[in-house]
């Protein structure tokens, strides 16, 4: 968790013209250079909730997900920043929810229920370790057998888990352009619990406005659905009555 993320930025854009370059190599130092660190400790990213990451390791070993931590909070400090960062293990279950043609991520379990609570008492430039992550006395074939089994998982195209615009860009190779400045209108959907009924339900809401699900996430608030409006593929003149619509639509379900 990346403290004070909302008010650099704000400085940032408040300062100069140049305001929104500096929030866009702020926003690559936290997405491009932390997500670098945790594929060199062996981790997988699964998401970027807010100004918080979500990176797992498989297996039982928390060392290479502890040495990963010290990592971080270095980069941040070269950069005056400082971090929270909560590790815990034990079992997790994965789901790739279909929402439309496109598939997305989403893990759940008990460590990351622990997380949220866990990430609010951590002081600034801290890390805390889970009683699983103290306790585990997990050997070196353990995790290397994880990390194996991992590799045959690999989903047979990438294109089924991208919003279809970046996609296209990135195929018409234009990746020096996937990064630009929107207007964009946002929504929030905390789900009372990983329902593939419900889910469904709050995604046809969204898309018959013409909104774009980003990701479902177990964070501090819980689990959260995560939609956008004025994005590569999704960009309207009402973007913003029609995430209201969509709003209202959801919140009258059964």
């Known amino acids: 968790d990346l ?17 929104a370059e500096e929030v866009g190599q702020f926003v690559n130092l936290f997405a491009g250079r932390f997500a670098d660190e945790v594929a060199a400790a062996g981790g997988s990213v699964m998401a970027f909730a807010g100004d918080g990451m979500l990176a797992v390791w498989t297996g039982t ?8 931590a010290r ?30 043609a496109q598939f997305i991520a989403h893990l759940a379990g008990d460590p990351l229920d622990r997380l949220g609570p866990a990430l609010a008492n951590i002081p600034a430039g801290k890390t805390y ?6 306790a585990s006395s997990a050997s070196a074939a353990d995790n290397a057998a994880g990390a194996n089994a991992a590799k045959g998982n690999t989903a047979a195209s990438l294109d089924l888990w991208m919003d279809r615009g970046l996609s296209a860009l990135v195929q018409a190779g234009g ?5 630009d400045f929107r207007n964009v209108s946002v929504l929030f959907v905390q ?7 419900a889910i469904a339900q709050v995604a046809d809401c ?35 009555a029609r995430a209201v619509k969509a709003a209202k639509d959801i919140a009258k379900s059964p």
């Open 3 to 19: 403290l004070c993320f909302a008010r650099t930025c704000t400085e940032m854009i408040a300062q100069d013209k140049r305001g």
């Open 129 to 134: 370790l889970g009683e699983g992550v103290i």
């Open 191 to 197: 789900l009372a619990d990983l329902n593939a009924a």
């Open 175 to 179: 990746r020096k352009w996937l990064a």
């Open 206 to 240: 969204i898309q018959m406005t013409g909104g774009l699900i980003l990701q479902v996430v177990t964070d501090d608030k819980g689990l959260v659905l995560l939609a956008i409006w004025g994005g590569p593929s999704n960009t309207h003149e009402d973007d913003a």
């Open 71 to 100: 990592a971080l909070h270095a980069i941040a400090r070269e950069s005056r920043q400082q971090l929270r960062v909560a590790i815990e293990t034990g079992p997790v279950q994965f789901a790739a929810l279909k929402v439309g």
């Open 61 to 68: 070993d928390a060392a290479p997900a502890q040495a990963c």
